[in-house]
């Protein structure tokens, strides 16, 4: 059995759509959408990531400003320039690039967003509102999966076993609540986890979110399990891979994402699509 391919970048696209439509309706009532995205440094990795997402704003109807500082920005003034932004009524989402040189404290600086304006659900307001079942800003990796889970028809997952493997605030943890949320079982499994492949070949669904290339194997995965790749590992030829040895693991799987094209374009449309939501939670 070959597993189904779960097209990350066509699905992207059917959510931008969507958010487009939604931000010129948006846009004609006089309340135009706006994202700030600050990046600090000049990591070259984060120069073309924030590049993609101002470019996806503006193909979504989306105002967005990029403001670029060198590495020697002082926490004060970062945090200055947030306070600046959470007034500005025109920008409606605030994303500070991560990581932040480290110099700056990034769980100071990300709390002092407006929660209402933190559309990559990282404010512990968000986190927390999460944790306990409260409309919030979901942090966009996992959300993006949930879209993807919700495409192939596993909307109820009551009864089924999720495993995610990573125990990051980002997104092995928003995920595995978001999984929860939707009736799963939940394991979280992370680097002191004895004996991973014995809890991931439990998984009607896996979430490999560890950063480490492929090395979720075919041997740790149920035949016809859905497997998210959340890994972005850029291998030393230049290629990017995932964290699932994808070759070996589409034989044994029942659905997969790419890497590149699979969760990556999700996380960009899931950023459009807060960034619209931050517009009717302003007014
Ligand atoms: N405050 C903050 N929010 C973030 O959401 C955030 C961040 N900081 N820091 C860095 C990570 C990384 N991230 C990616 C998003 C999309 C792709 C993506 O679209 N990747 C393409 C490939 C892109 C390429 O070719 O390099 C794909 O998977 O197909 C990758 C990585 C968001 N992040």
């Not at 590495?71 to 500005?88: K, Y």
């Not at 959300?143 to 495409?151: I, N």
């Not at 990573?166 to 002191?192: D, E, F, Y």
Request: glycine share 10%; net charge neutral.
């Amino acid at each position: 059995m070959t597993a189904q391919l779960i097209d990350g970048v066509a699905l992207a696209r059917h959510w931008r759509q969507r958010v487009a439509e939604r931000a010129a309706a948006l846009a004609a009532r006089g309340h135009r959408p706006g994202l700030a995205v600050i990046l600090v440094g000049d990591d070259p990795a984060s120069q073309v990531y924030v590049r993609n997402k101002v470019k996806a704003c503006g193909e979504a109807g989306i105002h967005s400003v990029l403001e670029t500082y060198p590495a020697s920005l002082t926490e004060d003034e970062l945090l200055a320039r947030i306070a600046a932004l959470n007034a500005d009524p025109a920008i409606h989402g605030i994303l500070v690039q991560l990581p932040l040189p480290a110099h700056l404290n990034a769980q100071r600086v990300i709390e002092a967003i407006a929660p209402e304006k933190d559309v990559d659900g990282f404010h512990v307001a968000n986190a927390g509102a999460l944790l306990v079942g409260q409309p919030a800003f979901r942090p966009c990796t996992p959300y993006g999966c949930m879209k993807m889970l919700e495409h192939i028809g596993r909307t109820d997952l009551r009864g089924q076993h999720a495993v995610v493997v990573g125990r990051s605030n980002i997104v092995g943890k928003p995920m595995a609540l978001l999984l929860l949320q939707a009736g799963a079982t939940v394991t979280i499994c992370h680097s002191g986890t004895a004996d991973l492949a014995h809890h991931t070949r439990q998984a009607d669904v896996l979430v490999a979110a560890v950063g480490k290339p492929r090395m979720i194997g075919a041997d740790m995965v149920k035949p016809g399990a859905v497997v998210l790749d959340v890994g972005i590992n850029r291998l030393p030829d230049g290629k990017l891979c995932g964290d699932v040895d994808f070759d070996a693991v589409r034989e044994v799987a029942g659905w997969i994402t790419p890497v590149p094209g699979g969760v990556g374009p999700m996380t960009i449309a899931m950023l459009l699509l807060n960034t619209v939501e931050a517009v009717d939670r302003q007014n």
